[in-house]
C-alpha cells in the first residue's frame, strides 16, 4: 500500500463548478499535511497547509480527518487557472521527510 | 527573485557517466531536500541535510551522493549513471523540517542512455 494515495483522475470540470479530491494516508503517526499544485513541466508550489480544524484559502477548502486517516481539498467557483495537478503531501513522523502523493489532475473547461 | 535555484535545467549522460546537480537558496532555510519525480509516482526524497554540516538518507538514495557545501548549497551527484536515474530532479529548501512546507527549484530533466 502507498503511504499517500490519491485519485489520479483526470477531473474534467466546467468553469465555476466545485470539485473535491480525496486524498489518504498510512502512517497515523504523520503530524503536517500540505496541499501542492503542480503545473504541466514545473515545480510544485505549496498551495496550503491543512489543519487540524480545517482551514479555508479563498475558494479553497482543505480539511484533515484523522480518525479515518484523509485529507480533502475543495474548490468552488473553478477557474481556468486552476487547470494542474494537485498533490496530497504529508509528514512521515519524521520532521524531515514528506511523502507525496501521485497527484490529481484537474482541468476547467470554458 | 529569493528562492531555490537549480543547474542545469536539462541534461543528456551516457550510460556511466557522472555529474553533480547543483542547489543554492538564499532564504537563510536551514533544511534542504532532492526528490526525484517519475511518471506515475509522486516525488521521492533521495537526500536531504536538515542543517548545515548534516546530511541523512531519503528513501531512495542508492546511486546518489550528497554534499551540503553551506547553509545556501546542497548538491547531488551521479557517480555512475544508470537509464534507471532518468527522471525529474527537484532540490527544495524548508526553514525547519517538514511544518512549513517547501520551496522547490524548477527542476533538472536527466535523461542517461
Known amino acids: 500500500r502507498k503511504e499517500v494515495e490519491q485519485d489520479p483522475g483526470p477531473f474534467n470540470v466546467p468553469e465555476g463548478a466545485t470539485v473535491a479530491f480525496n486524498c489518504t494516508y498510512s502512517?497515523?503517526?504523520?503530524?503536517?499535511f500540505f496541499w501542492y499544485r503542480q503545473d504541466c513541466r514545473k515545480e510544485p508550489k505549496l498551495l496550503m497547509s491543512?489543519?487540524?480544524s480545517g482551514n479555508e484559502d479563498g475558494r479553497f477548502t482543505a480539511q484533515l480527518n484523522r480518525a479515518s486517516q484523509y485529507i480533502s481539498l475543495l474548490i468552488r467557483d473553478s477557474k481556468l487557472s486552476d487547470s494542474a495537478t494537485y498533490l496530497c503531501?504529508?509528514?512521515?513522523?519524521?520532521?524531515?521527510?514528506?511523502?507525496f502523493g501521485a497527484g490529481t489532475r484537474l482541468t476547467v473547461k470554458p | 527573485n529569493a528562492g531555490v535555484t537549480q543547474t542545469p535545467k536539462f541534461q543528456v549522460l551516457k550510460t556511466g557517466q557522472s555529474m553533480t546537480l547543483q542547489c543554492a537558496q538564499d532564504?537563510?532555510?536551514?533544511?534542504m531536500y532532492w526528490y526525484r519525480q517519475d511518471p506515475g509516482m509522486g516525488l521521492r526524497l533521495i537526500y536531504y541535510?536538515?542543517?548545515?554540516?548534516?546530511?541523512d538518507k531519503g528513501e531512495v538514495p542508492n546511486g546518489y551522493n550528497v554534499s551540503r557545501l553551506n547553509k545556501r548549497e546542497f548538491s547531488l551527484r551521479l557517480e555512475s549513471a544508470a537509464p534507471s536515474q532518468t527522471s525529474v530532479y527537484f532540490c527544495?529548501?524548508?526553514?525547519?523540517?517538514?511544518?512549513?512546507?517547501?520551496?522547490f527549484g524548477s527542476g533538472t530533466r536527466l535523461t542517461v542512455v
Open positions: 527544495a529548501s524548508s526553514e525547519a523540517g517538514t511544518y512549513y512546507g517547501y520551496t
Open positions: 491543512v489543519y487540524s
Open positions: 541535510s536538515a542543517s548545515e554540516g548534516t546530511t
Open positions: 532564504m537563510n532555510h536551514n533544511s
Open positions: 502512517n497515523s503517526a504523520s503530524q503536517s
Open positions: 503531501v504529508v509528514n512521515t513522523g519524521n520532521n524531515n521527510d514528506m511523502r
